[in-house]
């Protein structure tokens, strides 16, 4: 069965501050979907990054990066010099291949908070 | 544009009373999910349906019934409505069935009083 696990429930930053978002994931598939999601206080679920499990190759977009090892079933995501608008839940996310109906399984979400 | 959307956004309601979340894609989409967040933000698949096929999952109670008119639609239907069915619910969809990027749709708030 797949599991994710976010340990992290709440994090408070200050802006400009770099903040680190841990993502540990459970899979018996040996082919697999990663993802990320962002909700902000206005309640939408915005799409962030995906990554299969055969491209372990790290990346960054704008103040995002992501660390995907699989050696120890980690998909982190790290945002460099907070900023206010980015205090909002993320949302990590597994899909098995196997999975027939590509249901998502969602870690509990990470609040994090940027303050001023 | 919007990619995915859903009707009503906020939906107050009598427990016992049957209500629907209506739910649009114009993405061109092939498969469209229904998931339900509860008040701990904690997302739950409910339904993934693709060319007719519906898959459900097993924890979902059979008062909940999704409708496809067509594909760019998946509705949600709902019956005999309890107090524990408070939540959000949003729709998604994807391009291909296993492993695609899902777009989420803006959720519905339901209330049941």
């Known amino acids: 069965a797949q599991k994710v696990t976010q340990a992290q429930t709440e994090i408070s930053v200050v802006e400009k501050e770099d903040v680190t978002l841990d993502c540990v994931y459970e899979t018996r598939d040996t082919t697999y979907y990663l993802f990320w999601y962002k909700q902000p206080p206005s309640g939408e679920l915005v799409f962030l990054i995906r990554r299969n499990s055969f491209d372990e190759q790290n990346e960054i977009s704008g103040r995002y990066s992501w660390n995907f090892q699989k050696s120890t079933s980690s998909f982190n995501i790290t945002i460099t010099a907070s900023q206010v608008v980015d205090s909002a839940v993320y949302f990590c996310?597994?899909?098995?291949?196997?999975?027939?109906?590509?249901?998502?399984?969602f870690g509990g979400g990470t609040r994090l908070m940027v303050k001023p | 544009d919007t990619a995915v959307s859903q009707t009503p956004k906020y939906l107050v309601t009598q427990m016992g009373n049957d209500k629907s979340i209506k739910c649009e894609q114009n993405l061109g989409h092939d498969t469209m999910y229904w998931y339900k967040q509860d008040s701990k933000k904690f997302l739950k698949i409910m339904f993934s349906y693709n060319n007719k096929e519906l898959i459900i999952n097993e924890t979902v109670p059979n008062r909940f019934s999704p409708k496809s008119p067509d594909k760019a639609h998946l509705n949600l239907h709902i019956n005999s409505l309890e107090l524990g069915d408070s939540a959000v619910y949003f729709c998604?969809?994807?391009?291909?069935?296993?492993?695609?990027?899902?777009?989420f749709g803006p959720g519905t708030r339901l209330t049941v009083l």
């Open positions: 996310a597994l899909s098995e291949r196997g999975n027939a109906g590509n249901m998502l399984t």
């Open positions: 998604a969809s994807s391009q291909e069935l296993r492993g695609d990027t899902q777009y």
